[in-house]
């Protein structure tokens, strides 16, 4: 029988949340997914005929991100992708994008984003990798305290933390607007309670949060996820992460911040040998914007889609 494709109903919640846990290990999808109030008119099922079980699903995520000029631009991000294993190979997921993407465009999607370990599920849906780069490298040994006072953060730094966040991204290419829901939500199923994954670092006279940085233990290393604030409070925060790691017992790091000069020289108070990564999990897709136009969005220098931002 072929598979039926339709929007999703609030009947489909509970079929929803059934096959993402079968699929997943991420109990933050169905919170996430309640984020967009129009999210059944963008959750797209290929149901196994007019009565039968949800096989695959498709989320299209509107969310506004800066495009090479650092103007905001809706953009249709690609999330929550799932089929059932003993659905596998039958092109459901190919046919479910076809429909996203007519609902994206029709809605004023200038183009389309997704994170995947699987691109070629993908590429011939006209989605096209991106390269992104990393440095990892081996923590440095304990050094000196810098000139700002570093702690971990906690839920009333919250506000600043907002206001950080978007000053330091407020021209950056490819990074998205953050509204209190996605702070409330989106960015703690990413990133974990902020006094266990971010510190910040203060003013040393009047105590004004100037930086901020997200850290978590990933294997054998610690991943820095993102960072925020003065230049100057990058090396303090970097050294106190290092700190952290080295107490956890670890002994390597990986960055995945924007390549910049502020950060280039902020590494060395957290890590030595430094090597670049390049990683293509991020893929675009051209839809009422034109291809070079997302090109220059994905490819322009301190272009970086926060983790916290996942779709």
């Known amino acids: 029988m072929t598979a039926v494709v339709r929007t999703a109903t609030p009947a489909d919640d509970p079929a929803l949340a059934e096959l993402w846990r079968t699929c997943f290990d991420a109990p933050q999808i169905t919170g996430l997914h309640a984020l ?30 800066r495009d090479a000029h650092g103007t905001p631009r809706r953009v249709g991000g690609i999330g929550s992708v799932a089929t059932r294993p003993e659905a596998r190979g039958q092109g459901l997921v190919r046919r479910l994008l076809v429909a996203a993407e007519r609902v994206m465009t029709a809605e004023g999607c200038a183009w389309s984003l997704l994170f995947t370990g699987t691109p070629g599920v993908y590429r011939g849906s006209g989605w096209q990798e991106f390269d992104s780069t990393c440095v990892e490298g081996t923590l440095v040994p304990p050094t000196a305290g810098g000139d700002f006072p570093v702690r971990a953060a906690t839920a009333g730094d919250a506000a600043e933390l907002a206001a950080l966040h978007h000053a330091y991204n407020a021209n950056r290419p490819l990074s998205s607007l953050r509204d209190p829901e996605d702070w409330a939500v989106r960015v703690p199923a990413w990133y974990g309670p902020l006094e266990r994954s971010s510190l910040v670092a203060e003013d040393p006279r009047t105590g004004a949060l100037v930086g901020w940085v997200v850290a978590q233990h990933e294997g054998e290393r610690v991943e820095v996820r993102e960072c925020a604030g003065a230049s100057a409070s990058l090396g303090a925060l970097f050294a106190a992460v290092g700190a952290r790691g080295r107490d956890a017992g670890l002994g390597r790091a990986r960055v995945r911040l924007p390549d910049t000069p502020q950060i280039r020289s902020a590494l060395p108070a957290l890590l030595t040998d430094a090597r670049e990564v390049t990683e293509r999990v991020g893929m675009a897709r051209p839809l009422l914007a034109a291809p070079e136009t997302v090109r220059a969005v994905v490819t322009a220098p301190g272009a970086i889609h926060w983790y916290g931002d996942c779709f």
């Open 36 to 65: 967009d109030p129009d999210r059944h008119r963008h959750t797209f099922v290929a149901q196994d005929g007019p009565d039968g079980r949800i096989d695959a699903v498709v989320v299209y995520v509107p969310r506004l991100i």
